[in-house]
């Protein structure tokens, strides 16, 4: 039997060998979180307090002004950006190509657009000249009447973008053969909950009505097993009181999905609020996972009138570091909050 001579092909060969030339950057940023800034903006006019960091081999400095860089400036916080003087590692011959971008951050850790500035790329060197500066970064008197300096503290942020020589990479992509989705379970035990599919018991909760499926609320809670399946298990219709409606469809939904949704439409206030009625009803039904996601967010959302009220164990210990500052400390002592809590804990006073 004879047999065909084969042609050949791309396909027989493979995928082709791929070379590409590319300017490569590398990014890092540094945050400056300035403390008790009432007592810092002391330092007279033209004085800074210099705060080294590394990023991309070298040391760099930024000088924090409280007061301005010179009397033109006086009522502005400046900054200034450049390497460390002095530093072996910066001891270069060519200058440092880059980027710098400065922000004022909000209290989400969010850049405040009017208040960020982004450079052209600047020669960094070690010389009289190589260093860049804001002059009139911040005004002062914007900045105390803001929202942005609270509990007498502000964060700035620096990016710097290092642009490095050009290079020639290969590279040869190779196509997997398959490709796995991600998991997707959760998204398919939601569409029950929205559809109601299989519903086979009810929940009255301040005059709004939910369904569910009980097997995956025994599923997931041991709570929810006894009040379903248990020797006192009730009907299929069941009335859940001290508990908002909105707060329920929340808890339902984690239960179904494991997560709780990305927005919520509402304002930090209100979404403190939420974490706290969630965090309650997460311990109700004995969701250990919430309860924590729910500890987690409260950290972040600590302010003087909150400080008092929480006895979770990790937020207890975030609130006693927040009532570390004398600021935060004599505010707190004001609120209701804190009688209460001399009342019903005086143990804790005496970790504060």
Known sequence: MSTSPSSSSDDDLGAPSRSTIVGRTETWHHLLDIKEYSYSKKLPTGNYISCPFTAGGHSWAIHYYPKGRNSSYAAFISVYLGLNKGVAANAVAEPVKALAKFSLLDQAGKPVPSHTHTTGQFDFSSESRGYL????????????????????????????????????????????FVVVPPLDLHRHVGDLLVSKHGADVTFQVAGETFSALRYVLAARSKVFKAELFGPMKEGASIR???????????????????????????????????????????????????????????????????????????????????????LNLSGVKATEGFDHLARSCPSILEEI
């Open 133 to 176: 500066s804001y002059h009139d970064f911040i005004d002062r008197a914007w900045l105390e009447d803001s929202e942005h300096l609270k509990d007498d503290s502000f964060t700035i942020r620096c990016d710097i973008v290092v642009t490095t020589e050009l290079r020639v990479e290969e590279t040869r992509a190779a196509a997997p």
């Open 240 to 326: 859940v009181d001290d508990m908002e409606a909105r707060v329920f469809r929340v808890l339902l939904g984690f239960v179904y999905t494991d997560t709780l949704p990305d927005d919520l439409g509402m304002d930090q206030q209100e979404e403190a609020a939420m974490a706290q009625h969630l965090l309650v009803a997460a311990d109700r039904y004995n969701l250990e996972r919430l309860k924590l996601i729910c500890e987690e967010k409260l950290c972040k959302l600590i302010n003087r009138d909150s400080a008092a009220t929480h006895h979770c164990r990790g937020l207890k210990e975030a609130c006693i570091q927040f009532l570390g500052f004398p």
